[in-house]
């Protein structure tokens, strides 16, 4: 299973644009489980992963996207970690 994390913060319009067009890329995959995380929420474990600001995207606990990719970006980094679409 991959984990992919969004970190982002409430009330953001351009991270909630983005967020809804990488989780669907994300759900094409069948190994793959999506997390949103608040960094508000969540600050600790924000700072540990090493996101500096949202929105940002770490795969299984290591930031890969410290700007959010484009869709096709994000599908081909699943693709070359295994990731089968569906």
Known sequence: MILVEI??????GRCAQARE?????AERFSAVRWREV???DELDYAVDVGVLS??????D??????TLPGAERLRQELMGRGA???
Do not use: D, Q
């Open 21 to 25: 067009a990488l989780k669907a890329v």
């Open 38 to 40: 608040n960094i508000l």
């Open 54 to 59: 949202p929105p940002a995207i770490a795969i």
């Open 84 to 86: 089968r679409e569906l």
């Open 61 to 66: 606990g290591e930031l890969v996207f410290p």
């Open 7 to 12: 970190f982002s913060t409430p009330g953001c």
